[in-house]
């Protein structure tokens, strides 16, 4: 959870799109198996695979199944990847997988596999690490490789590597905070943001990447208020978007003042109930806290009069900014500092977005930013069963009203506050580190033990 330096890490790897219950145990999980066999068939190895042994440590072990790793891990060796993978049929076909222990490699024969959970073995480097060998039918070793998840769907092969995805040639560079607003000066956020992804691509292809995730994110509430039934893994929890989202359609009190909040604690549950189902999401900047910025923005477009495409495009470079700054100095993964990392850092982002599109200036969003992150801090990721269900269907809905009032209190302030958010930052990393191992998504401490199961 060190600090990295002031190479760019790009919006569009913080807003990518995939499929549930996680990005850390499902997205890129299934990155590793696809880019595992990529390699193999560079090496013109592949045809010689007999056997793939997959293990998995730490967090991944020890909620791995609850969390669809296994799954995720086979279905990349089958060479699919999470933004274009088929979520109607990866279940039946990872059963098929299951039933017959062989898996069909790209343009190969079936190989054999083992799946072994290392649940109380850690690789130093990171608590979400998995290794992938392959074997020829006389079991020699034909390659072998440990990947790094490390939150948001990110994956490292070598831990001394950066997560950042693109070369250092951005014009507006930036480790923390106190840098970026001292760069924007009173120009908007987003507006720097915008000048560094044209470093490497248009403004209008920048613009329709935004869009298209604006647009995934929109049909991922739009199936979560239609499909009904009861979400997968044992747990039973029935999914409520759909009726609360029938009940709001009939409501029409308009005296009602928290109308509003009713609205978007169903799109933050549409969300987070279509991710738990393995649905497609947009990880923002987790699969865990999926919920949050969607539900804010659609707050904006429902309830913000002249809230346009325009504005999507600068609330979600805004929101990029903050999640930029806080992987770079401390961690979005919820195995490696707790769900303040996840549900606090979008929390944070959404703020920060909502803040500029409601006319804040630099120092406001930069506020609201640090009040939404700061009312987090010491979250816990206690996921009972294992599951994406309990307590982080809910936990989205309630951030996203706290991100909601916090842009409205920086919007009442003029940005000047004691605790700067690179100092709540800091505070976060340094919890997480100290925060007990039995509280970052291993299911083995807090709610997750204390929920009673008959």
């Known amino acids: ?71 995720a891990v086979l279905l990349g060796l089958a060479g699919e990847q999470p933004e274009t993978v088929d979520v109607t049929t990866s279940d039946e076909r990872f059963r098929q997988f299951s039933a017959e222990r062989r898996i069909r490699l790209p343009g190969s024969n079936a190989a054999a596999f083992n799946i072994r959970f290392h649940r109380d073995r850690t690789l130093p480097a990171h608590p979400n690490a998995l290794t992938l060998s392959a074997f020829d039918r006389r079991g020699i070793v034909l390659d072998s490789q440990t990947y790094y998840s490390i939150g948001g769907g990110f994956l490292l092969d070598d831990p001394s590597d950066t997560p950042d995805h693109k070369p250092g040639v951005s014009p507006c560079r930036f480790a923390n905070a106190e840098q970026l607003l001292a760069l924007v000066g009173e ?13 490497w691509q248009s403004e209008s292809e920048v613009r329709d990447r935004l869009l298209h995730i604006w647009n995934v994110m929109r049909d991922c509430v739009r199936r979560g208020c239609r499909n009904e039934g009861t979400l997968p893994g044992g ?42 189902a393995g649905g497609r999401v947009v990880t923002a900047p987790t699969n865990g806290a999926a919920g949050i910025i969607p539900a804010v923005l659609h707050y904006c477009h429902q309830f913000i009069p002249g809230t346009d495409d325009d504005s999507t495009v600068r609330f979600l470079l805004t929101a990029a900014a903050i999640g930029i700054i806080v992987k770079r100095n401390a961690s979005i993964s919820g195995a490696e500092v707790g769900c303040q990392g996840e549900v606090g850092t979008a929390a944070a982002m959404a703020a920060a ?38 307590p982080c269907i809910e936990r989205n809905a309630i951030a996203s009203a706290k991100a909601i009032a916090a842009a409205r209190l920086a919007l009442h302030g003029d940005g000047r506050h004691l605790i700067p958010l690179d100092s709540v930052i800091s505070a976060m990393r340094d919890t997480g580190a100290d925060m007990s191992t039995k509280y970052k998504e291993t299911a083995r401490g807090g709610l997750a033990l204390n929920f009673p199961q008959c």
Not at 14 to 42: D, E, N, Q, Y
Not at 188 to 198: D, H, Q, V, Y
Not at 358 to 382: F, K, N, R, S
Request: hydrophobic content about 45%; aromatic content about 4%.
């Open 235 to 276: 747990l039973n929890v029935p999914r409520r978007a759909p009726a609360l989202y029938r009940r709001l359609r009939k409501q029409t009190d308009p005296a009602d003042p928290l109308t509003a909040m009713d609205w978007v604690a169903l799109y933050a549950l549409a969300v987070n109930e279509e991710n738990a």
């Open 353 to 390: 977005g909502l803040t500029e599109l409601m006319g804040g200036t630099p120092a406001q969003v930069e506020a609201a930013a640090e009040i939404a992150l700061e009312h987090h801090l010491g979250m816990t990721c206690d996921p009972v069963s294992g599951l994406v269900q309990i």
């Open 1 to 71: 959870m060190q600090p990295h330096g002031a190479s760019v890490i790009s919006t569009f790897a913080l807003f990518t799109i995939g499929i549930g219950p996680s990005s850390s145990h499902t997205v890129a999980p299934m990155r590793a198996g696809h880019r595992f066999v990529h390699g193999l068939g560079k090496g013109d190895v592949l045809a010689e695979v007999a056997a793939i042994d997959i293990e998995l440590y730490g967090s991944l072990a020890a909620t791995g199944i609850g969390h669809g790793t296994d799954k």
């Open 187 to 199: 120009r908007p956020i987003s507006e720097l943001m915008l000048a560094n992804e044209t470093a």
